[in-house]
Antibody, heavy 119, light 107 residues
Framework: QVQLVQSGAEVRKPGASVKVSCKAS????????MHWVRQAPGQRLEWMAW????????KYSPKFQGRVTITRDTSASTAYMELSGLRSEDTAVYYC????????????WGKGTTVTVSS | EMVMTQSPATLSVSPGERATLSCRAS??????LAWYQQKPGQAPRLLIF???TRATGIPARFSGSGSGTEFTLTISSLQSEDFAVYYC?????????FGQGTKVEIK
């Protein structure tokens, strides 16, 4: 079945970086795009970035531009999100989500990765 | 950036009753609007895309309507498993944006 399996919880100090992975199965990874979305405690969902898994094209939210990098490894059917310059406000659950074909909404979600930023 | 505003923030409904949730966009998003359901400790789940098309496996009691700037999600007869937070999301413009959510709670 279609699945997105994310890496485990991370704890980082302010100023550090974190890299979260999202392994796809049950579908042809390179035929889809992926979003990264985060949710701080008690807050709304917040879109961060998009990557076309086939050609590697990316798009970033202006809020995170310069701090976030998304990549993919087609041989491993895995997408990655790296966030640098971490601050306490980046404490959140980070989700990857598959993009519906020829569209931009999220039709399948990973279970999320909790990133905690604390000194 | 497109601002999505949902109302009410909290909706108290008895099982079996109808729930009507609203979502307003700061500019037209055409029909490029999705609704998601999120339960505590879980990832969101796609309910509706294209403003009114149910996603695969979503019960018929969920319906979406609207276009432009005003949208509605209706749950015709609330079941126990429907108590959750619901988010609207526009995908007409970058950056993609979500509403702040409506919590549907048991009355």
């Amino acid at each position: 079945q279609v699945q997105l399996v994310q890496s485990g919880a991370e704890v980082r100090k302010p100023g550090a970086s974190v890299k979260v992975s999202c392994k796809a199965s049950g579908f042809t990874f390179t035929s889809y795009a992926m979003h990264w979305v985060r949710q701080a405690p008690g807050q709304r969902l917040e879109w961060m970035a998009w990557i076309n898994a086939g050609n590697g094209n990316t798009k970033y939210s202006p809020k995170f531009q310069g701090r976030v990098t998304i990549t993919r490894d087609t041989s491993a059917s895995t997408a990655y999100m790296e966030l640098s310059g971490l601050r306490s406000e980046d404490t959140a659950v980070y989700y990857c989500a598959r993009v519906a074909p020829r569209n931009y909404y999220m039709d399948v979600w990973g279970k999320g990765t909790t990133v905690t930023v604390s000194s | 950036e497109m601002v999505m505003t949902q109302s009410p923030a909290t909706l108290s409904v008895s099982p079996g009753e109808r729930a009507t949730l609203s979502c307003r966009a700061s500019q037209s998003v055409s029909s490029n609007l999705a609704w998601y359901q999120q339960k505590p400790g879980q990832a969101p789940r796609l309910l509706i895309f294209g403003a009114s098309t149910r996603a695969t496996g979503i019960p018929a009691r969920f319906s979406g309507s609207g276009s432009g700037t005003e949208f509605t999600l209706t749950i015709s007869s609330l079941q126990s498993e429907d108590f959750a937070v619901y988010y609207c999301q526009q995908y007409n413009n970058w950056p993609l944006t979500f509403g702040q959510g409506t919590k549907v709670e048991i009355k």
